[in-house]
């Protein structure tokens, strides 16, 4: 049986490491983390067979050469963490962003993909040349929320987000984080990747002629907040990165109505951008059945 993503080890990046890539960067700049972060690359590839072979999978459904596609995805993938990186410290122009539509970032839930990285987004909220809202709420899986959470506390500036473990969901945070969506506040939460405690708690979906489990929490929750609820994507063209949105429209009265509407249009909208932008689907498992 292969394994999902929360069965595998992490080999990302601990606070520690974030401390010291970090220093790397104030002291040498972003060519030796550059470096740092092709090897690290390299070395993943050759050494994490389960996720090169789920890569490889993934590619030969899409009818692509599964092994240069598939170092292909880990070489972006580690650029774009690079990119976060530096966006996290504040240092990631906001004029390498480009909005599909700017006007939509004001008490506004946002249902991420692991399409492109969604992070870089960070990278406005620190810049006056946006009309930013008053601040991001992010969900995060709750290892990674507090590796993030930590190294925010050793940088020496004012990042207007919070982040919070996605399993900790409960009244309480479904009241505060309405109350903020009401001040014009934003949400951002991933809509396609299942938590290691909800297991049971999911949706299947076609999704490249496939078959695939979806967290249907996320969904639930957008909807239980009444505000306007988009899908976006932040991808990579190159030198800069774009941020596609789409809205989730609906007539349905019924919530059970509503949701069954939101899974599809949330699968079609995830199956779109990943053909068009397949090196860009940070999904190191077998995501699909």
Known sequence: MSKKWFQMSEQGAGTKRLILTKYIYDIFGEIPVRIIAFFVVLTVFINAKERRRASARFYKILKKPPLMSTFKQFLNYGNTLVDGFIACLGNFSPQKLKLDNPEIYNGAFFITTHVGNVG?????????????????????????????????????????????????????????????????????????????????????????????????????????????????????????????????VTDKSKNAEKLEELKKAYVNFLEEYTLKYPYQFYHFYDFLE
């Open 120 to 248: 870089l987004m960070r990278a406005l909220f620190q810049t006056s040349s946006f009309n930013k809202p008053k601040r991001a709420n992010v969900f995060l899986q709750a290892d990674a929320c507090k590796t993030f959470n930590n190294f925010l506390k050793t940088l020496e500036m004012k990042i207007d987000i919070d982040v919070f473990p996605v399993e900790e969901i409960n009244a309480e945070t479904s009241i505060l984080i309405s109350d903020r969506l009401k001040a014009g506040e934003i949400v951002f939460m991933a809509g396609d990747r299942v938590s290691a405690q909800n297991t049971n708690k999911v949706y299947e979906a076609d999704f490249l002629g496939k078959k695939t489990n979806l967290p249907v929490g996320t969904l639930k929750f957008a909807l239980l907040m009444d505000c306007p609820i988009y899908f976006i994507v932040c991808v990579s063209e190159g030198k800069t990165y774009s941020v596609f949105t789409r809205k989730f």
